[in-house]
């Protein structure tokens, strides 16, 4: 069932999106992206694009494009798992980081541009993640000791990392990943940190009752329970207060409604539009592009968020909307109001 509606959805959504964001139907846009279920592991639908026949390249577990700013969840979660010497966390969802326009030390002249060219002397880490702020990301990568560390922590994840830039441009996404990596990703960290697989067999048994199926669907826990959960907290606020937030309603049309979690992802010049985001019931990371990468006039926050949120709300007929655990473990969980920028307790 799964697998139709998402078949179905994007083979009529997409030339629809296309020619309403003023795009010539010659050069067709394409779609692609897994579902995988979160608590067990499984996969369950893929949509690789146009494909005339089951042999046909398919775009959802083969094509690899940058990943833009939907990257950045990895680089939150990584902050969020550094201890100090005590076994002290190091860095809260209100601790704060560069955000002013500046050449990174140790780079060739890199310098790179906030979204609207908003910035400002420090940000929160939650400010960093929610509005997508290129400089504050770039900022904690930096404190964290550079893009090395990220690579390493990928690998937990099983992203490919052999052709991925040794350089502090990766905590902006200059990564080339594919859906069904970016899907396995956000289901983890649904999830509270336990690495999904994305099954796709779950068994093959032979006469003597024998199950050649070895990989587990769900897997060990990959990443500190506190950075998961704080990772997942923000990319919530991502949805209800950031970039996100057409995933909920865009163009007069309801998205999907129920809790969840995502982050956007637009790269240069717009070539490749993400949503990586999950509900409790069902992950799905969506890529829209073009075969030969062309120029779209829009970011994700205008075609891939809604495009995201109206296929969410077809996967989730006829089933009740669940929530997100409250907490993970004994971890306890506390909210306060504070400034974005400063971190610092009101007045």
Known sequence: VLQKRTEDFFSEELPKMQELVGMSLDNKMEGATTVISPTTGELLAVYGGTQLQSTDFSRATQARRQAGSSLKPLVYALGFEQKNEKGEYIWKSFSTVTNARRTFKNTSGWRPRNNGEKYSPISTLTAGLVWSQNIATASLLESIGGPEFLIDFAKRFRFDTKKWPNELGLALGQAEVTPFEMTRFVATIANGGRFTNGQPVLAAIDLQQRNHVKTLAMDERVVDENAIFLTRELMRLVVLAGTGGGSRKRLDRLGYKGESIGKTGTTDQSKDLWFVGSTPTYAGALWIGFDTPATMPVSSS??????????????????????????????????????????RVPN
Do not use: N, S
């Not at 995201?308 to 506390?334: A, C, N, S, T």
């Open 302 to 343: 205008d075609v891939a968020a809604p495009l995201w949120g109206w296929w969410m709300r077809e996967l989730h007929q006829d089933i009740p909307y669940e929530k997100f655990d409250v907490v993970f473990g004994d971890i306890p969980v506390k909210r306060k109001w504070l400034c974005i920028e400063t971190g």
